[in-house]
Nanobody, 117 residues
């Protein structure tokens, strides 16, 4: 299992970023996928999940209405469009498979998102 995140960077408050996660080493379309984040000094926090066929989507209340998760099973990629960014969105963002398995989850190396003026 390999998950490679990209698209992070520095954004101003109110700005936008689009994260991508390229998956390989497994049948991508067989798995629900999750975005999670970890802010400095805090634990890993669930952000959003999407079902294997994209028909079921859920968001944490802190990002609802601002972030949009999507996936393209043809290219084995899951995305996170982040709009109206806030300083409290600053974190390392991870693409995760098997979120519900806790310590047995698979995740990528993460991509840093910093929201600051």
């Amino acid at each position: 299992v390999q998950l490679v995140e990209s698209g992070g960077g520095l954004a101003q408050p109110g700005g936008s970023l689009r994260l991508s996660c390229a998956a390989s080493g497994f049948t991508f379309s067989d798995y629900d996928m999750t975005w999670a984040r970890q802010a400095p000094g805090k634990g890993l926090e669930w952000v959003s999940s999407i079902s294997k066929d994209g028909t079921f989507i859920a968001y944490d209340d802190s990002v609802k209405g601002r972030f949009t998760i999507s996936r393209d099973n043809a290219v084995n990629t899951v995305y996170l469009q982040m709009n109206s960014l806030k300083p409290e969105d600053t974190a390392v963002y991870f693409c995760v498979r098997d979120w519900s398995r806790g310590s047995s989850m698979y995740r990528g190396q993460g991509t840093q998102v910093t929201v600051s003026s």
